[in-house]
Antibody, heavy 123, light 108 residues
């Protein structure tokens, strides 16, 4: 069965960086893209961007441009999301979620989700 | 960017009642690329509806989606105790793939 298992929670100081990992299993990793979504405490869902696990192409939301990097490691079937220059309002649960199609022009809902990783930014 | 608005913000109903949730887009969602998700406290969201009206395998048929263009609806025909949760719509026809703010369905 499809599983996305994320790394554990982390506490960071303002200005630091965090890297969250998402290990996939149960399917051919390079066949489907991975999205990253975050949710601040008590608030709604915010899509951050997407990476093609096939060729590494990325799409980022403008507000995160310059601060976020999404990468993929086909050897370990793992996607990573690094967020830099952390601020207190980056405190959130970060989710990875899988598409159900492949390619840069894939139109897909988010079919499978990781369990979430809580990142707390506090001095 | 396509902005999604959900109404009502919250809904208090009893088990067995019908729930009707609305999602309105600021511009037309092409291809009816509109999804609905259910989220319970402390859990990741779960996909309920994709393509505005299709259910993934395993989603009960009491959940149904409809609509096109800018107006979409999620209907839960008879609420079960496990259906009390927050529901989000999402459009994936254009980047960024935006979410609505959510509708909370709680027990009356």
């Amino acid at each position: 069965q499809v599983q996305l298992v994320q790394s554990g929670g982390d506490v960071k100081n303002p200005g630091a960086s965090v890297k969250v990992s998402c290990k996939a299993s149960g399917y051919t990793y390079t066949s489907y893209g991975i999205n990253w979504v975050r949710q601040a405490p008590g608030l709604g869902l915010e899509w951050m961007g997407w990476i093609s696990t096939y060729n590494g192409n990325t799409k980022y939301v403008q507000k995160f441009q310059g601060r976020v990097t999404m990468t993929t490691d086909t050897a370990t079937s793992t996607a990573h999301m690094e967020l830099r220059s952390l601020r207190s309002d980056d405190t959130a649960v970060y989710y990875c979620a899988r598409d159900n199609c492949s390619g840069d022009n894939c139109y897909s809902a988010l079919w499978y989700w990781g369990q979430g990783t809580l990142v707390t930014v506090s001095s | 960017e396509t902005v999604l608005t959900q109404s009502p913000g919250s809904l208090s109903l009893s088990p067995g009642e019908r729930a009707t949730l609305s999602c309105r887009a600021s511009q037309s969602v092409s291809g009816s690329y509109l999804a609905w998700y259910q989220q319970k406290p402390g859990q990741a969201p779960r996909l309920l509806i994709y393509g505005a009206s299709s259910r993934p395998t395993g989603i009960p048929d009491r959940f149904s989606g409809s609509g096109s263009g800018t107006d979409f609806t999620l209907t839960i025909s008879r609420l079960e105790p496990e259906d009390f949760a927050v529901y989000y719509c999402q459009q994936y026809s254009s980047s960024p793939k935006t979410f609505g703010p959510g509708t909370k369905v709680d027990i009356k």
